[in-house]
């Protein structure tokens, strides 16, 4: 929750509601961008210019009158309700059907909306693994079963460590601890394949998307220290999944292999298993459940015409990943902006199951068993890392470069319409 503004001098209730409304939105996962025409929609309501400098520990808002109000409130969470609802708060002032002071206790609710409920949060966890599992290729049942309990547990003890006050970062690494030993033993039963989706599935939902996303966004748009600092969070958040994921295997005496054969799933599988696994990550970021259908349909889409780029146009696994989040923004961006919805809860949800989590944690772990290897062997591991490197690094420019191109178009079209940004 937003910690509140400091303020160097006596705010009205127009700047307080501004610094607070800001200060939530930015706070929950809303892209900067979005932030910036939303203080834009304040001034105009309120009648006076407002100025915003985002940054991750510090961030200003500034009225025309001199007053400078301060939130040092990172943006390390992800509340899409939160947004929403501030979102609304909003909309009703700038088309007058509210008061400063009434948007201003709309505002306040907003920020202290609880995340999506356990239960809610646990099912979400364990059928968002499940369903990355089979779009991956899972044969046995097995593995699921493996992959529910580690997933169920991963989110328990995520919450609550949360609740004891521990970084996210101690949170995902907990979590990738329980996924590591609970998939050693599953390697050791011999329920696991080369593919190791007992070990990657619970780990997959860990992984940072929206703040990669953010942050490639930020830089695209100039904000570089915001940029570096978004992707410094997603970097330390993978580093400390990786951690858990190679500390449990280690306890367990396994590994993943590093290029594992590939298998093959039926589109309508795969794009239904991924509509799914879309829906859970609106969970996971609290994304009110009635605008879940957006991911759903659009998440699915997406999946399939992945599939297709790959599979039947032989397409580069980045390249494909561009398409689908092209189709992904094209439709989401003015969808989003037609009904009112946050463009990071729908458009996130459709697309971070492209992430090439998988990738980036045999990488880490092919570095830990580099250390160990040597010969012919050394070698040809370490050339195994750099391609898996290389290939995550190109998926992820190539997702960002997907959504930032409709983005861009769209805006555009809106400024020469008159309608803004």
Not at 31 to 57: C, F, K, V, Y
């Amino acid at each position: 929750m937003p910690t509140g503004p400091e303020t160097t001098r006596d705010a009205v209730s127009g700047e307080r509601l501004a610094a607070d409304a800001l200060e939530t939105l930015h706070a929950n996962g809303a892209e900067s961008h979005r932030t910036r025409a939303r203080a834009d929609q304040l001034s105009s309501a309120l009648g006076e210019p407002i100025e915003l400098d985002l940054g991750w520990n510090r961030s200003e808002v500034t009225a025309a009158s001199g007053s400078r109000l301060v939130f040092r409130t990172p943006p390390s969470n992800l509340g899409m309700n939160r947004v929403l609802a501030v979102d609304r708060a909003i909309d009703a002032l700038a088309a007058g059907r509210t008061d400063p002071a009434a948007a201003y206790e709309a505002v306040r609710r907003a920020a202290a909306l609880p995340a999506a409920n356990l239960a809610l949060f646990v099912l979400a966890c364990a059928a968002g693994a499940s369903c990355l599992a089979v779009i991956f290729g899972v044969r046995r049942w097995e593995p699921i079963a493996v992959i529910v309990v580690s997933a169920t547990l991963g989110a328990v003890v995520r919450r609550l460590l949360g609740r004891a006050g521990a970084s996210p970062f101690w949170q995902v690494g907990a979590a990738a601890l329980i996924a590591g030993v609970l998939g050693a033993a599953a390697i050791d039963l011999g329920f696991s394949s080369e593919l190791r989706l007992a070990v990657v599935c619970p780990c997959m939902i860990l992984v940072p998307g929206p703040h990669l996303l953010n942050g490639a966004f930020d830089l695209a748009g100039l904000r570089i220290p915001l940029g570096v600092s978004r992707l410094t969070f997603a970097a330390v958040t993978l580093l400390s999944i990786g951690a858990g994921l190679v500390i449990g295997l280690t306890i367990g005496g396994a590994n993943l292999i590093p290029e594992p054969g590939g298998r093959e799933v039926p589109v309508l599988l795969d794009a239904v298993a991924a509509g799914v696994v879309a829906v859970c990550y609106g969970v996971f970021y609290s994304a009110p459940v009635r605008i879940l259908y957006w991911p759903l349909l659009v998440g699915g889409a997406v999946h399939a015409l992945r599939w297709t780029a790959i599979t039947v146009w032989h397409w580069d696994s980045a390249l494909a990943a561009v398409l689908a989040c092209l189709l992904a923004a094209g439709v989401l961006l003015p969808a989003s902006r037609r009904f009112g919805v946050p463009f990071a809860a729908v458009g996130f949800a459709s697309v971070v199951s492209l992430m090439p989590g998988v990738l980036i944690f045999r990488v880490l772990d092919g570095l830990t068993v580099l250390q160990r290897s040597s010969g012919e062997a050394a070698q040809r591991l370490l050339v195994e890392i750099v391609q898996d490197a290389t290939e995550a690094g190109l998926t992820v420019f190539g997702m960002a470069v997907g959504i930032l191109i409709p983005a861009f178009v769209h805006n555009r079209i809106r400024a020469a319409r008159g309608t803004g940004a």
